[in-house]
């Protein structure tokens, strides 16, 4: 599902349906559609056990029918209520992982998608939703109420809340890719949707430490005592991000309609990354008194201007890809970026004319620094399994069959 429903709805009532906004990128929600798990545990786990899980289940079910991203945080605790009874059906031990079949729907349409017994999918399907919840969060920090204004919120503590949120959803995303992917076998994973395949959700995970690599970069140039190395290097780690995960969804070749906006939204991103790398690369060079100093200063200054121009293409294009979103206006360090590195550019070039006139090698742009990525993924660490699992204590009714004899004396 596509963030046209996503960054506004937890449930699926089409009568709220506007055209969004979107400032983080929530690239799918799939939820649990109702169901009974005593037809295939009856007789083997305690009916309370039962009826707790499905009680669990089908809560979080009825709380994605809210309109109102402001439902996220009590799906997301529903949601860690219902993991801890969840990892009982994983455990090898017992043996349930293949009993019951699991049933989801897409957000979008409310038609159900995928069905499948096994219970290390729904695993992935739980914490895959967290993530995507979490996003929605993120995003809503940064666009509190979207029918009174187009504008973000530019607040040190909402940018620092996104940041914090961001990590956290690469935190699940990143246990997806290690500990529950690896789990699920090759023939579950080929009947997989698109975007709980591995490459999918690894540019999703990516994205979002790029997301916040851009908020973090945001705060820099709102603030007087950052330098220009810091900005410059905030800059290009969200150009390595981004350029990784356009590369993971680039890789997909069954991209759906909404994986193509998601691959058009990364384009976007990487865009601006590259643009602001630049813009800051150029500044710092331009430093120098060499001549070359100020001719690879000036080539910086051009291009980041042409990428500057591609990437508002690329949002437009971003904008009209289906589904239809809006972007808000410039914010952050864009908001900054559109005025000055046009300036910047026009001033630089005519200051150095004389020495571009003589540069023969105005075509090779200097190369921009490599640097460690900082941002890291908070780590997700599994709840603990639900003390109802301690089978040493069920009490399960014992249901024998009636010898042949029994029936004769009736």
């Known amino acids: 599902m596509g963030c046209a429903v996503s960054v506004y709805r937890v449930g699926g009532n089409k009568k709220q349906m506007k055209i969004p906004m979107v400032t983080v990128f929530v690239p799918s929600v799939r939820v649990p559609v109702n169901s009974s798990f005593q037809k295939s545990l009856k007789g083997v786990?305690?009916?309370?056990?039962?009826?707790?899980?499905?009680?669990?289940?089908?809560?979080?079910?009825?709380?994605?029918?809210?309109?109102?991203?402001?439902?996220?945080?009590?799906v997301l605790r529903a949601l860690e209520e219902y993991l801890s009874l969840l990892v009982g059906l994983t455990d090898q031990e017992f043996g349930f992982r293949e009993l019951i079949e699991f049933k989801w729907k897409s957000l979008d349409d409310g038609r159900q998608d995928i069905s499948?017994?096994?219970?290390?999918?729904?695993?992935?399907?739980?914490v895959h939703m967290m993530a995507m919840l979490t996003l929605m969060e993120a995003n809503s920090k940064l666009i509190p109420d979207q029918t009174v204004s187009s504008e973000t919120v530019e607040s040190t503590d909402d940018i620092g809340s996104a940041v914090d949120l961001l990590v956290k959803a690469?935190?699940?995303?990143q246990f997806c890719l290690r500990e529950i992917l690896v789990q699920i076998p090759p023939h579950i994973k080929m009947k997989?949707?698109?975007?709980?395949?591995?490459?999918?959700l690894e540019a999703t995970y990516i994205q979002a430490l790029g997301q916040g690599t851009e908020m973090q970069l945001a705060s820099a140039v709102g603030c007087k005592n950052a330098t220009l190395s810091v900005k410059r290097r905030l800059a290009c780690e969200q150009l390595s991000y981004f350029s990784q995960a356009h590369y993971c969804l680039s890789t997909c070749d069954n991209l759906n309609g909404y994986g193509k906006k998601h691959l058009s939204f990364i384009k976007w991103k990487f865009l601006?990354?590259?643009?602001?790398?630049?813009?800051?690369h150029g500044l710092i060079t331009d430093k120098g008194t060499e001549p070359s100093r100020h001719i690879n200063a000036v080539c910086c200054f051009l291009a980041a201007e042409e990428i500057l121009t591609e990437s508002k293409k690329a949002c437009l294009n971003f904008c009209l890809t289906a589904p239809i979103t809006r972007a808000p206006t410039a914010w952050g360090a864009m908001k900054h970026l559109n005025k000055k590195i046009p300036e910047t550019a026009a001033k630089k070039s005519q200051m150095y004319a004389y020495l571009l006139e003589e540069e023969k090698s105005l075509d090779v742009l200097p190369e921009l620094p490599d640097f460690e990525l900082s941002l890291k993924a908070d780590e997700f660490q599994m709840p603990d399994k639900d003390a109802a699992w301690e089978n040493e204590k069920w009490k399960i009714p014992s249901q024998t069959l009636k010898t042949d004899d029994e029936e004769d004396d009736k």
Do not use: C, H, M
């Open 170 to 173: 690469a935190g699940y995303l």
């Open 192 to 200: 997989l949707p698109v975007d709980l395949q591995e490459n999918v």
């Open 45 to 74: 786990v305690p009916k309370e056990l039962i009826d707790r899980l499905t009680s669990f289940r089908n809560q979080i079910a009825l709380l994605t029918q809210q309109t109102d991203v402001s439902a996220a945080p009590e």
């Open 116 to 126: 499948v017994a096994d219970s290390w999918f729904e695993l992935l399907s739980v």
């Open 272 to 280: 601006e990354a590259k643009a602001a790398a630049y813009y800051y």
